[in-house]
């Protein structure tokens, strides 16, 4: 027998499944910058980070990602009676800093000499700004030639994109000119006398004499004029990476005889 007028059946309980939403102030943050997350959620009792994050946490509320130097995603489920929502996900993407270059050559270089500077950024870079041994604004790319150096010097290039900021330096340096003493003693001397002549050089790898003298000689060192009839000048010519330096001294001899041919 089949009732023509049955009960209604009882209509199912809906599932009240547990739902989550995650956002950001934003997904775009310059380098070491920072956004805040922010998430809530219906129909559950717990939410669990998972990811670029981690832990219990509470149906709703917000964080910081704090610095942030690369990309990194965020995942977040929340938990209820009726089971578990789907996993929400978001990305923080971030903004690189720009790279570039500053090089020079030649480095090293000699005294009063000159150095081609040269450097490059990335595509995202808006600006650059030198400083230090030179200044101003510059091109993302370019080179640029610094004579007359007289001492070592350093040179920085502050470069700028949404990332943030580099700064990229290089030191040329300048190689000194030879230095030291040349000196004569005793000075001055009688007629027919003679004087010791000397020398001492850093940073030079070689000497010559002229003048009143001719040769190699060491960088340092000592030697006689010899017996000396009339005043006499010597040159001494000392070379190095740095360039050449000329130092000279006079001797005068005393009590030359009349008439004699100086």
Do not use: H
Not at 21 to 46: E, K, R
Not at 88 to 112: D, H, M, R
Not at 145 to 153: F, P, R, V
């Amino acid at each position: 027998f089949v009732d023509p007028f049955p009960e209604p059946l009882a209509p199912r309980p809906e599932i009240a499944y547990p739902k989550a939403v995650l956002s950001a102030d934003s997904t775009i943050v310059p380098y070491n910058g920072q956004a805040v997350l922010s998430w809530s959620s219906v129909n559950s009792t717990s939410c669990v980070a998972l990811d670029g994050w981690e832990g219990k946490q509470a149906t709703s509320g917000t964080i910081s990602t704090g610095p942030l130097t690369s990309a990194r995603t965020y995942d977040l489920k929340c938990i209820g009676g009726d089971g578990e929502s789907s996993v929400e996900s978001l990305t923080v993407n971030v903004i690189p800093l720009p790279t570039g270059t500053l090089t020079a050559s030649p480095n090293p270089i000699p005294y009063n000499g000159s150095t081609m500077l040269t450097w490059s950024s990335s595509d995202e870079t808006e600006s650059c700004t030198a400083s230090g041994a030179w200044n101003g604004e510059k091109k993302i790319a370019g080179n640029q030639k610094e004579s007359g150096l007289l001492s070592t010097k350093t040179y920085l290039l502050k470069c700028t994109s949404p990332g943030g900021s580099t700064v990229s330096s290089v030191t040329v340096s300048v190689v000194p000119l030879p230095s030291g003493s040349f000196s004569v003693e005793p000075n001055p001397v009688p007629y027919k006398g003679s004087a010791t002549l000397a020398w001492s050089s850093s940073d030079a790898t070689v000497c010559d004499a002229s003048g009143s003298w001719r040769g190699k000689k060491a960088t340092a060192g000592t030697e006689s004029t010899g017996a000396l009839a009339s005043s006499k000048t010597y040159t001494l010519r000392c070379t190095g990476r740095g360039g050449v330096t000329s130092k000279s001294v006079t001797v005068r001899v005393l009590g030359v005889p009349k008439g004699t041919l100086v």
